[in-house]
């Protein structure tokens, strides 16, 4: 309940934060908190110092680019993006995860950035970032680099970036067609972490698939990237076959634990269907689109 | 008005940074000197002794600390006092003026929505984030805006009740 | 010219509680919100091991914190003899840990501190060194002939048995099963649950040099039994202990115990010589307070082919953790399990019951169970359910043939109780009609031609509330009577203290309303005080949902001696003998001519200024009341779900209760108290465990893994009511606390196995949680015991 003692910076500017990461060993980025201080009152994270980015401005807007990327800010807070109709408007996988981040009190302070920078298995967000191939925008004291989501999180709570940097903004590359998708999450109640997560990203011309992507939740030691069941979604039309097969090659890719949650092979087999029925909902909502 | 008797420490330990907060609370501007540990409950209920706002959990779960952040619900007890610094926190203890109640602490006294209490506040404070955007939501709508307050007393279908008879309240039609 | 009762806010009122101005204000007074000066914050140092010894404690990091004023340990408590207590059940509890700890979170040290924060730091600062011995972690374990001794420090106990206990007909049990046409067998584990009310336990010692009086605030159901079991531990005389208990986030049992925290908080401020708060933090609730079940069944039931239960045993195994701390009738070492089947008419039954010792936190008697009857009604209610499918009988029908009819009461049950009243079947026929019973039966069978999986579930129960007679009922060997105290000012205005101590059930609002009733003084003119051992009259505190059924009888007997003495006084008023005094809400009248006569505040004005010759003067009195019986609400709860097959995820369409508790003083605080039960059942059923892997570890000791349910899961409900006023309760009054989360497990489970039943599966222990429902469901085995928790490595 009780914190450990930090030293406590306030910077207004990312390059203040930026040199405070550089000169500090210890030293953690704060934006939401509402991973990192539950982790801090158990103690089980007690960094030296703690760097609060939320008075940096120009971190918190979200939206499209002229070239149909979409970039969402370090401060987006999840209930923003929650009642975003520019984010339902452009980004349906996105859309549908957010309420089912943590629950609505946490959603207001916790941020989308933070979330996947968080690196936690069980982080919805990294799911949906992995099925979009999504980047994350680094700054360090060199400048910034593109940092691609499925290269980003290097093991649980374990990311690649570099102490002295910060991630400034996640990029989600632009469609050629139209966006479809959903995330589904089994939770035994709101707020609990999913007992399975699945992100399906599907970029649609007709009723033919472009390009896919499916990042799953909770089942793997990190998130994990069904990459061969979202190819085998690539040029289809979504026929009955493809859903099945997709389903049972997205299972395959899930790596689950049997815990208290379930055992892997229940996991595995709400990982198939969810893919499934998502990838039946797409199909019926494009019909309906047509 | 400053306390010209409190007692100070008789020495300071220049190896425990402290930091002067202000907080802008139910309206009013107030200050403490703190460690940047605190977390805003207890800034809120030992240093500016509103214990209205409760702690009930220890994993960010329960949500009796919940308070209103610039307007926005906020988890009090997973928020450094520090971050509070130059903004306005409303609490419980903010919803009534001196004439009235607000149409949510009316609600949960006429619906029956609170039995122990000590969910009460936080509960209430999470309906009027709610109804300060949306005063007129469903029952479905309200079931999810408070899904993140856990009460054990009630079974939640009073207060459902309470906060849609304070939306009916606040849109004039009671 | 009576006054109108609903009106003045008497029976049957649902007038607003008078305790939420101040909850809905944010001006409750709850334990942490009181600050005295001076104040000193406690921590508790918890053992990470579920059975070790303890061989060295090193605290000389923690002192060099500064801000640190005491660490105390075992060592320290067991050289003031405070290392051990007694407990309310006849056995002992270690307040901190000496030779070893016997379950994972047990108190080590106290740390005491000028802020929580410092106490905290020194809680981690603190070095012990553990020896680990093999942990117990279930009942089977603990029998084992070579398992390891975890209670080696009392003297005589050679095994980890706690009791052996029995009751009913071993031998007309045995020849009704001989005779049977068909026997049904179930086996099923009631999951380890904890009340967890919102606000964990805690306490503000304050031991005062100057006057040697211990002041203690304290979260406590029972504030009387803990003054006695401090003065007991404390060697304090009674009269220098004042126990407040003010005002209490919720209890449901778990707040009734001793915990070593309060013990602690005690020394400590004796020691110090300031007062000592300590709060724990929810992990340490869940972690080491009084959990509630963890029992398993063996059930069997003798039938006749047309639907007769001819007899019943039922064999339970109870894990009680590591030392036998409940609060329960001391003659009752298995609560009042053998209330099970009092509302069928079975002419035999026999139960046996043993209790083990675990490495686990202690209890079993909490969370809203009236001594283990949650137990008792979801293991009759689990038997009735497969006894009516194993003869391929309708649910409805079968209870129909068992259920006692309204006009054989008094009936003894098969275990021996007295029922007195009831309307069984007519509340099944409400809650049937009401659910629309047939029509959805009718829907389950189309449902299921395409793939889609709905059940019903029913629960009848009748269950004893209201503990409890002196004859049969004691804790510690004190009679478990209560208590009212009333003084009517000289302006008709009251005072009313009571021996109970509200958690929420509205004690302010609805014990006005007796007063009312019996007085015509209007309930807002009457306040009410609870929870300070000073000032409140003795009383065995409110649990078991016994407040409405013996504190509730006791406000009517005070107020009726009131009464008395102010007909009496009347009669002086209006010049008339005693005999030609009339009495009407409100008012005494002479016979004969109604419009002479004087009210209430009139009799309340003359007791201070003109009373007859040879009367005292003052309007006040007291009444200890010990209940004749217990008080049998009954109640029919029905569940309709559907399963999804593949996610194993099961929704309530609709949850029908239909409750029976008497005369209804607050109809709408009943209606609250059923809807709170009914949650706690959802939660049972649906998600709420605590279970320990084979090292002993805790999971379920935080919000994290211990589930409960938001607004968003937990369903509507629709209630109705059948009033059959309880024929010895001064106004017809029942218990009602408890019931839904007596009798609702049961149709939630029962209505998942409804809709399951027909793919083979016949149990599956609760919790309900998707993936065991989904395993049910592919294999059509019954899923038994605890979730699992294995970790890959």
């Known amino acids: 309940m009780y914190p450990s003692r930090f030293n406590y910076e306030a910077p207004t500017t990312l390059d203040e934060a930026i040199a405070i990461l550089s000169a500090n060993d210890d030293a953690k980025v704060l934006a939401g908190g509402q991973s990192l201080i539950p982790m801090m009152k158990l103690r089980f994270a007690n960094p030296a110092t703690l760097v609060d980015i939320n008075n940096i401005p120009g971190l918190d807007t979200h939206g499209a680019d002229a070239d149909g990327s979409y970039r969402i800010g370090a401060l987006c807070r999840h209930a923003h993006l929650e009642k975003s109709t520019t984010l339902a408007d452009h980004q349906p996988l996105l859309a549908s995860c957010a309420p089912l981040v943590a629950d609505p009190i946490v959603r207001t302070r916790g941020t989308f950035v933070g979330s996947v920078c968080h690196a936690d298995p069980q982080g919805d967000w990294a799911s949906c970032m992995v099925a979009l191939n999504g980047s994350i925008t680094a700054v360090g004291p060199t400048g910034s680099r593109s940092i691609p989501v499925k290269e980003f999180v290097s093991g649980p709570f374990t990311t690649v970036l570099a102490k002295d940097e910060i991630a400034t903004e996640a990029v989600i590359p632009p469609a050629t067609g139209t966006r479809f998708g959903s995330y589904l999450k089994l939770e035994r109640r709101v707020g609990d972490f999913a007992t399975a997560g699945v992100a399906v990203a599907l970029d649609m011309t007709g009723q033919t698939v472009n390009a896919a992507g499916i990042g799953l939740t909770g089942v793997g030691a990190q998130t994990v990237d069904a990459a061969d069941a979202a190819a085998a979604l690539t040029g289809s039309s979504l026929e009955s076959n493809v859903i099945e097969h997709v389903a049972n090659l997205a299972a395959e890719a899930a790596t689950p634990r049997s815990d208290h949650r379930g055992s892997a092979a229940y996991k595995k087999h709400v990982v198939a269907t969810f893919v499934a029925r998502i990838l039946e909902n797409a199909k019926r909502s494009e019909l309906q689109v047509a | ?174 | 010219m009576a006054l109108d009762e609903v009106k003045i806010g008497g029976l049957g009122s649902s007038r607003k509680r008078v305790e939420d101005n101040r909850f809905i204000r944010g001006r409750g007074n709850y334990v942490d919100d009181v600050v005295l000066p001076g104040m000193l914050y406690m921590e508790i140092l918890r053992s990470p091991l579920a059975h070790a010894k303890i061989k060295s404690i090193d605290t000389s990091a923690a002192y060099a914190i500064p801000g640190m004023r005491m660490v105390m340990t075992g060592e320290m408590m067991a050289a003031r003899n405070l290392a051990w207590m007694p407990t309310l059940s006849y056995d002992t509890q270690a307040v901190l840990a000496t030779d070893k700890v016997r379950f994972q979170g047990q108190e080590v040290c106290a740390v005491i501190a000028d802020d929580p924060y410092i106490a905290r730091d020194g809680v981690e600062a603190i070095v012990v060194d553990y020896e680990p011995l093999p942990p117990i972690v279930n009942p089977e374990q603990a029998k084992a002939p070579d398992a390891p001794l975890i209670r080696d420090d009392k003297v005589g106990q050679n095994d980890n048995v706690v009791f052996d206990w029995e009751v009913g007909d071993r031998e007309g049990t045995d020849r009704a099963f001989a005779e049977a046409d068909k026997i049904s067998t179930i086996s099923m584990h009631y999951p380890r649950s904890h009340p967890s009310p919102i606000e964990p336990c805690g306490s503000i010692a304050d031991y005062d040099r100057s006057t040697s009086k211990l002041t203690v605030y304290m979260t406590t159901q029972a504030p009387h039994i803990i003054r006695a079991a401090v003065s007991l531990v404390a060697e304090i005389p009674e009269h220098m202990i004042r126990i407040i208990s003010p005002d209490l986030g919720g209890g449901f049992g778990n707040k009734v115990p001793v915990y070593p925290g309060y013990v602690m908080s005690i020394l400590a401020s004796i020691l110090l010589e300031k007062p000592v708060k300590w709060i724990e933090d929810k992990t340490g609730n869940l972690i080491s307070t009084g959990f509630g079940r963890d029992v398993y069944l063996k059930g069997e039931m003798a039938l006749r082919n047309d639907g007769k239960i001819l007899g019943v045993r039922m064999h339970t195994d109870s894990d009680h953790g590591a030392f036998f701390s409940d609060a329960q009738p001391s003659k009752f070492k298995i609560g009042l399990m053998h209330s099970a089947f009092a509302c069928y008419d079975v002419p035999t039954a026999h139960l046996t019951a043993q209790g083990v010792y675990t490495n686990k936190a202690p209890g079993g008697v909490a969370y809203r169970c009236s001594f283990r009857v949650t137990e008792a009604m979801y293991f009759q209610e689990r038997m009735v359910q497969a006894a009516a499918d194993d003869l391929g009988m309708d649910q409805a029908e079968f209870r129909r043939i068992n259920l006692v009819k309204d006009d054989d009461f008094p009936k003894r049950t098969p275990f021996g109780f007295l029922t007195d009243s009831g309307q069984y079947e007519k509340c099944l026929q409400i809650g049937l009609d009401a659910i629309g019973y047939d029509d959805f039966k009718q829907q389950q069978e189309e449902a299921r031609k395409r793939g889609r999986l709905l059940g019903i579930g029913i629960s009848t129960m009748t269950e004893p509330l209201g503990a409890g007679n002196s004859r049969e009922y004691d804790i510690l060997g004190i009679k478990m009577f209560d208590s009212a105290e009333l003084r009517v000012h000289m302006t008709g205005k009251a005072i009313l203290r009571t021996g109970a101590k509200t958690q929420g059930q509205g004690h302010e609002t609805t014990w006005a309303q007796i007063v009312a009733h019996e007085l015509g003084i209007p309930a807002e003119d009457i306040i009410v005080e609870e929870g300070d051992t000073d000032t409140a009259p003795f009383g065995m505190g409110t649990y078991a949902s016994r407040s409405t059924p013996v504190a509730g009888a006791a406000v009517s007997m005070v107020s009726r001696k009131i009464r008395a003495k102010a007909r009496k006084i009347a009669a002086h008023l209006l010049e008339v003998s005693d005999e030609d005094i009339e009495w009407e809400l409100g008012r005494f009248y002479v016979r004969g001519a109604q419009d002479r006569g004087v009210t209430i505040q009139e009799c309340a004005m003359a007791a201070y200024s003109n009373v007859p010759d040879g009367m005292e003067p003052g309007l006040e009195n007291n009444a200890y009341y010990d209940p004749p019986n217990l008080t049998w609400p009954f109640a029919c709860y029905i569940a309709t779900v559907e399963v999804d097959p593949e996610t194993g995820v099961w929704d309530v369409l609709r949850l029908v209760a239909v409750d029976d508790c008497g005369v209804r003083i607050n109809p709408m605080i009943v209606e609250g108290q059923i809807m709170g039960g009914l949650t706690e059942a959802y939660a049972m059923a649906n998600m709420q465990f605590i279970t320990f892997d084979e090292d002993g570890n805790c999971v379920g000791s935080n919000y994290m893994d211990y589930l409960l349910p938001t607004a968003w899961e937990t369903p509507g409900f629709e209630l109705h009511e059948v009033v059959t006023p309880c024929p010895h309760h001064p106004i017809g009054a029942k218990g009602i606390g408890e019931c839904a989360t007596v009798g609702g497990p049961a149709a939630f489970v029962n209505a998942v196995m409804n809709a399951v039943s027909h793919l083979g599966v016949r149990n599956i222990d609760m919790p309900l949680l998707p993936d065991r429902v989904y395993e049910a469901v592919q294999t059509g085995n019954d899923i038994s015991g605890m979730p699992p928790v294995k970790t890959d490595s």
């Open chain 2, 1 to 174: 008005m400053t306390s010209l008797f409190e007692e100070v420490p008789v020495s300071i330990d220049n190896d425990i940074p402290t930091t002067r907060v202000e907080v802008t609370v139910n309206g009013e501007r107030r200050a403490a000197e703190i460690e940047p540990r605190l977390l805003l409950a207890h800034l809120l209920r030992n240093g500016f002794k509103l214990t209205g706002t409760h702690t009930g959990c220890d994993t960010t779960n329960c949500g009796a600390c919940t308070v209103l952040l610039d307007g926005e619900p906020v988890k009090s007890c997973t928020v450094f006092a520090v971050q509070a610094n130059g903004h306005e926190v409303t609490t419980v203890e903010g919803l009534a003026s001196s004439e009235q109640l607000h149409p949510i602490q009316e609600g949960f006294k006429d619906e029956h929505g609170l039995q122990c209490g000590f969910c009460t506040p936080g509960m209430m404070l999470s309906a009027v984030a709610l109804l300060n955007e949306n005063n007129d939501p469903t029952e479905d709508e309200v079931r999810w805006a408070l899904s993140g307050n856990l009460c054990r007393c009630t079974g939640y279908q009073n207060i459902v009740k309470a906060v849609l008879w304070a939306g009916a309240k606040m849109r004039g039609e009671q």
